[in-house]
């Protein structure tokens, strides 16, 4: 049988399905009361592009991304637990929103716990 390595990026609907949920994740997190103060600040233009390139870095799709490592990005923040799993949250329900295969939704659960330790305030 003949077997055709899709990759999740590809299965997800490319980079404009990846910018439609970074965009309803940040829609989102921006108006929820806990998480929008951290954001106060911030250029959130600048920060959705990075975010999608991440996310399709992630899943197969073009090695783009250009921002600080995540470890710099969020380093001062003090970002809770709570905090942090609230965001992943809200991640995993913008890709079941748009329709993402549930192994697509783990892998990115996967990818999201594995960078705790860069995101969340010794
Ligand atoms: C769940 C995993 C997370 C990932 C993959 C992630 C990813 C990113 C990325 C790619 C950037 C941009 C870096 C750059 O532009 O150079 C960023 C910045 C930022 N993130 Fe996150 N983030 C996560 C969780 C969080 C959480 C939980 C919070 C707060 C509740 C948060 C708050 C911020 C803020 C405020 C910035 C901007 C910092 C600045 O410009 O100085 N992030 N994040």
């Known amino acids: 049988m003949m077997t055709t390595a899709v990759s999740m990026y590809a299965r997800v609907g490319g980079g404009p399905a990846i910018k439609h949920v970074v965009d309803q994740l940040y829609t989102w997190i921006l108006t929820d009361k806990e998480l929008s103060p951290y954001f106060?600040?911030?250029?959130?233009?600048?920060?959705?592009?990075?975010?999608?390139?991440?996310?399709?870095?992630?899943?197969g799709g073009p090695a783009d991304y250009d921002g600080r490592s995540l470890l710099d990005a969020h380093r001062g923040l003090a970002i809770t637990d709570a905090h942090y799993?609230?965001?992943?949250?809200?991640?995993?329900?913008?890709?079941?929103?748009?329709?993402?295969?549930?192994?697509?939704?783990?892998?990115?659960?996967?990818?999201?716990?594995?960078?705790?330790?860069?995101?969340?305030?010794?």
């Open 40 to 59: 106060a600040t911030v250029t959130v233009e600048s920060l959705k592009r990075h975010m999608a390139a991440l996310l399709a870095q992630v899943l």
């Open 85 to 122: 799993t609230r965001v992943v949250d809200l991640a995993l329900a913008a890709l079941f929103l748009a329709h993402a295969p549930r192994d697509v939704v783990a892998a990115v659960e996967d990818t999201l716990a594995a960078v705790k330790p860069d995101i969340v305030a010794a």
